[in-house]
């Protein structure tokens, strides 16, 4: 085996199928004097699956990272050689470690990728949306308001957005998101590389119709801005008014908003809500 040089390395693993697990990591990951993973279980199986012995393995996640950071510097400072994996794919994206690659950086401590699978990079790849420009925002927050703010500090950007979603908050993240964006391509991208892999290739205005729930790791493209012609607002003002007295009692008026948004394109529900609400109409 090989000398390890004293560094931390960054080292992407398979999203789901092994073979994509490359030969030079497996050489590091059996080199090095500890392997910081997200799940030590996981990561002893996957070492065991590519007959690695890893000499020590050690948690690092989200709840203990702190901890194991200073450990780890200690370490390296010692001259030890380590390796940082997460579950799956490109360690830092979506995924601890970045406290600790700044630190590394900081004090002078060689930091190396080892380069190789990337859920947004695979999905890009594949989906059949525009690839350039695009932005990852990793999983988006958890609460209504989080995920609404975060969207709109995006929703100008020019290219595609790409984020990583649990299939329990998946419908939730998208009605936001339809909310925000107004009509754009979307791509939900399932199990990739693994045997179920799936694209499901729809629009943002649509999802609403998708399954409650999409079982497996999802990562979700919405496509860019569309090049739409904004009706005046003397339309909209019209379409407001033309709504019918029973469904104006019946529904909320944002959720009358977001339906007339349907038929307004280039305009948000935020905009028509305005309008709903001045007294011209």
Known sequence: MPLISSRLWVVATPLGNPGDFSPRAREILAGVDAILAEDTRRAARLCAGHGILPRRLLSFFEHNEEKRTEEALRLLKE??????????????LADPGYRLVRACR??????????????????LSAAGIPPLPYTFLGFP????????????????????????ERRDRLRASLAVAREIFGPRELAICR??????????????ERAAELPEELPGELTIIIG?????????????????AAVPAEERRRLKPRELARRLRDTAPGWSVKEIYALMADKKN
């Open 79 to 92: 001259g030890r050689s380590l390796a940082l994996i997460s579950d799956a794919g490109t360690p830092l």
């Open 106 to 123: 900081r004090g002078g401590i060689a930091v190396s990728p080892l380069p190789g699978p990337s859920a947004p990079a695979a999905a």
């Open 191 to 204: 199990e990739l590389t693994k045997t179920h892999e799936e694209f499901i290739l729809t629009r943002l």
């Open 141 to 164: 927050p958890r609460d209504a308001a989080g995920r609404k703010a975060l969207f709109t500090a995006f929703a100008a950007m020019p290219g595609s957005l790409v984020f990583f």
């Open 224 to 240: 860019p801005p569309e090049s739409v012609e904004r009706p005046p607002e003397r339309e909209i003002r019209r379409l407001i």
